[in-house]
C-alpha cells in the first residue's frame, strides 16, 4: 500500500487566492487544497462540546479533512470560508436549507461563486502584501490579509485587554495586526502608535472598502423573490446551525 494515500475518497477544493499571497515553498501556492469526506470521526468533532465551548470545532473539523500537507494557521480567511463551504458539502451535501424573513429558503452550496484574487492588487508574487494611500493623511500604508494565525493572535489580545480592565477596541486591534508598514516604517510600535493616535475615521473606513474590494472569499449571497413579487439580490446566506448541523 502507498504510504499517506488518504483511505478514503478526496476532493481539490480550489482557493479563492488562488495561492498567489503564500510562499512559494508553501503547498498552498498551489491554489488548492486536498480534502477528503467527511466521516463518524469528523461527527464527533462537531458533537464535541469542548470544542465547541472553546469556539475550536470548525478549526478542528478542517484540520481533519485537510489532507494536503499544509499549515494551516498560514491560511488566510477568505480560503478558509472556501474551506468550510466545501467540508459541508462533502459532509452533508450541496443543498442547504435555511429561514429568513419567515420563508424557507434552498440553494446550491456548489453554486457559490469564488471572489478570486487579482493579482494586480499585490505588491509582488508570492507575498501577502498590499500597498494603499490614505485618502486623508495622504500616508502610504503597506497591509497584509489576515491568516488564521493572526484571527488566534487578536483574539488573545482582546481577551488580555479585557482582563486587565482596559478597553477593548477589536477595530483598532485588528488594524494592527493588519497594517505592515507606514510610509515604508515597518516598526510594529510605528505601526501601532499610528492606529492609537493618528488614524483618522476617514483614512481606517477607505482602507477597509478597500480591503473589502480586492479581499479573495466565497460570495455568500443569493437572491430570491420576496412576497411582494420583487427580486432581493446580494442577500447574505445565513450560516445558521443547520449548516454543519443539519439535523439539529
Known amino acids: 500500500m502507498e504510504e499517506n494515500k488518504p483511505m478514503f ?8 487566492s488562488k495561492g498567489l499571497i503564500y510562499s512559494t515553498d508553501s503547498p498552498l501556492a498551489k491554489g488548492s487544497v486536498e480534502m477528503k469526506y467527511m466521516t463518524a470521526k469528523e461527527e464527533d468533532i462537531l458533537t464535541n462540546e469542548t470544542y465547541i465551548k472553546k469556539g475550536t470545532v470548525i478549526d478542528k473539523l478542517l484540520q481533519s479533512l485537510i489532507v494536503s500537507p499544509i499549515n494551516y494557521s498560514d491560511l488566510i480567511i477568505g480560503d478558509k470560508n ?19 424573513n419567515g420563508e424557507t429558503h434552498h ?27 490614505l485618502p486623508v493623511l495622504k500616508k ?25 480592565k482596559q478597553e477593548a477596541g477589536e477595530l483598532t486591534t485588528r488594524l494592527k495586526y493588519m497594517i505592515l508598514s507606514i510610509d515604508g516604517d515597518y516598526e510594529r510600535k510605528t505601526v501601532r502608535q499610528f492606529v492609537d493616535n493618528q488614524l483618522l475615521a476617514r483614512d481606517s473606513r ?15 449571497t443569493f437572491e430570491y423573490e420576496d412576497e411582494n ?3 432581493q439580490r446580494g442577500v447574505n446566506v445565513p450560516l445558521n446551525v443547520n449548516f454543519l448541523w443539519p439535523d439539529a
Do not use: W
Not at 206 to 220: G, H, N
Open 9 to 16: 475518497p478526496t476532493e481539490e477544493v480550489s482557493l479563492p
Open 82 to 100: 472556501a474551506l468550510l463551504v466545501a467540508a459541508r458539502v462533502l459532509g452533508y451535501g450541496k443543498d442547504y436549507a435555511f429561514e429568513l
Open 107 to 133: 440553494i446550491d452550496l456548489t453554486e457559490l461563486k469564488d471572489k478570486e484574487l487579482d493579482e494586480k492588487y499585490l505588491l509582488k508574487p508570492n507575498h501577502n502584501e498590499f500597498t494603499f494611500t
Open 140 to 164: 502610504e500604508i503597506t497591509f497584509k490579509l489576515l491568516t488564521h494565525s493572526d484571527e488566534r493572535k487578536i483574539e488573545e489580545e482582546l481577551k488580555g485587554l479585557k482582563k486587565m
Open 206 to 220: 477607505a482602507l477597509r472598502e478597500y480591503l473589502k474590494e480586492i479581499q479573495p472569499d466565497v460570495d455568500m
Open 229 to 231: 413579487g420583487e427580486t
